[in-house]
């Protein structure tokens, strides 16, 4: 049971992290933008069936491609941000085993993009 508390406790704190950082906040001011943008950037043949492929399959498939990219600048980031401020010392000397560090900040960051992508679809639909 410790295990998975101190495990989605740095999933929290990754999240927290991200959030003072403001990445979130500018992550889905990109995703609101691919949304509005792309369908007005694309032209289709006038069909609506074209119309809802380029509104739902490119913008998502775009949006998918900002989040991996956010996603990896995020996690470098956030561990260099820790290793400067020598947060990740502190972070150690506790009983958490780095698979518990390592996967903890990968659902914090999974968890962030889950709930942009489902911004993005219910913006899209």
């Known amino acids: 049971m410790t295990f998975l508390r101190q495990f989605l406790a740095v999933a929290a704190l990754t999240v927290r992290s991200a959030a003072r950082t403001r990445m979130f906040q500018y992550t889905l001011g990109l995703v609101v933008l691919t949304i509005i943008a792309l369908p007005l950037l694309i032209r289709s043949d006038g069909t609506a069936g074209n119309h809802a492929r380029i509104a739902i399959e490119y913008t998502l498939r775009l949006v998918t491609f900002f989040m991996a990219i956010v996603s990896l600048w995020a996690a470098v ?49």
Do not use: F
């Open 77 to 125: 980031d956030a561990s260099s941000r820790e290793i400067a401020e020598k947060q990740i010392h502190l972070l150690v000397t506790k009983p958490v085993s780095a698979l518990q560090i390592w996967l903890g900040k990968w659902l914090g960051l999974v968890a962030m993009n889950a709930v942009l992508l489902l911004l993005a679809g219910i913006c899209i639909s």
